[in-house]
């Protein structure tokens, strides 16, 4: 542990940690489970192109979200882009810029203008009244953001969607196995996206799926995710390929069984934290909502203007430590490119994201990281704060 500014690596001592300590390290299910499953496809030659793994696999996500479809992807990203495309969107998409780069990027890959709304102070998700500023008669839908796992504004968006006849689709790469309200987490809009990339709470190497009740709609994406084909020489759709490969599928299948797991283990990595950290002056743990089913994948800071330490100096202070904690996600979509070119001004109206963005401290969790490594990263904070920033 680090008890006195001495013990800091910023002024000279050694690393707390050897080896990097990262957010998002990947929770792994049974290895054993995963290698018969390898087997079991080298034998039956199907890698790819729905196979049974993976139809299996969409069964699971369904039924666990208790929704209709799943429409298994390659990733969240093309996920995002195919949904976009069979929702038909067009114009301009109402969207958080306090969100990863990919929420945006996947409607200017598809030719259309994300519009950048601002997001609540306390939720971080999007403001609804916000969202209504940015309505023009060229918006055609509104895409919401789970972001850390923790809903959106369901109700006041579907509100303003049916109000103004727009299409509403919710990233929901950090929400999987959480709920809002009581009801599972896919069950909103007209259609939400998972991202099992590695670094998710419930990862497939690589991967992403969309979740939605509609069944045309589901069917419009089963083919576009596959060139657009409806049987062997028919093309309806200018689709691409969003197909999810049969050995993703079997480590989706195999961290299944694990989600009791790794939720526990993050529930106590966030507890550890929430006790190690209160108390300390300007920083504030973001809290999950217990009456709902939670992740809790994502263990954020903000550090307020009452905090001895800046944000970026407690950055700087953690990673010489090896621990690698991140600012996600500075400094805003509207300030990366190509948006920060097409609009100079967005920040003008995006006051909450910048305040959030400058505040935003990302901790090391997850099933690779236990209690003895939170009291030595929270010790580091403690030391930090009562030396201030000299
Ligand atoms: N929408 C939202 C709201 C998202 O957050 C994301 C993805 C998407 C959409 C798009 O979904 P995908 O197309 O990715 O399925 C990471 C992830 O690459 C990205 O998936 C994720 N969001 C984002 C929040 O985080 P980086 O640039 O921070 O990744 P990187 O390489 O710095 O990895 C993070 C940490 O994890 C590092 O310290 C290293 C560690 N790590 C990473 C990998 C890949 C491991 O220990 N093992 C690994 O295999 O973006």
Known sequence: TITTVQDLAINGAGPAFDLPLHVGRPNIGSRDAFMKYADDIFERCWLSNNG????????????????????????????????????????????????????????????????????????????????????????????????????AAVEALQAIADEFGLK????????????HRGAMIGNFGDCEVFSFHATKFFNTFEGGAVVTN?????????LMRNFGFSGLDNVIYPGTNGKMVEIAAAMGLVNFDAIDAVVE????????YRKELADLPGISLLPFDETER???????????????????????????????????????????????????????????????????????TGTSVDEATIRTVASVIRVLIAAGDA
């Open 265 to 272: 283990a993050n529930r106590r990595n966030y507890c550890a």
């Open 214 to 222: 509609d069944d045309a709609l589901a069917e419009a994406m089963r």
């Open 168 to 179: 509403l689709l919710f990233d929901a790469a950090h929400a999987f196995a959480c709920s």
């Open 52 to 151: 049974p793994l993976v139809q299996e696999f969409e069964r699971r996500v369904a039924d666990y979200h208790r929704v209709k479809h799943c429409v298994a992807m390659c990733n969240g990203t093309i996920a995002l882009e195919i949904a976009i495309r069979a929702l038909g969107l067009s114009g301009e998409v109402i969207v958080p810029s306090y969100t990863f780069i990919a929420t945006a990027h996947a409607l200017h890959w598809q030719a259309i203008t994300p519009v950048f709304a601002d997001i609540g102070e306390r939720t971080h998700t999007l403001d609804p009244e916000a969202v209504r500023r940015m309505i023009t008669p060229r918006t055609s839908g509104i895409i919401g953001v789970h972001l850390w796992g923790r809903s």
């Open 294 to 364: 939670n992740n809790y994948q994502y263990v954020v800071i903000e550090i307020g203007a009452d905090c001895p330490v800046g944000r970026d100096r407690m950055i700087e202070a953690l990673c010489a430590e090896n621990i690698l904690a991140r600012k996600y996600f500075w400094p805003g979509c509207h300030n990366m490119q190509p948006y920060r070119a097409l609009y100079p001004h967005a920040g003008l109206l995006l006051a909450n994201t910048r305040q959030v963005a400058d505040r935003v401290v990302v901790l090391p």
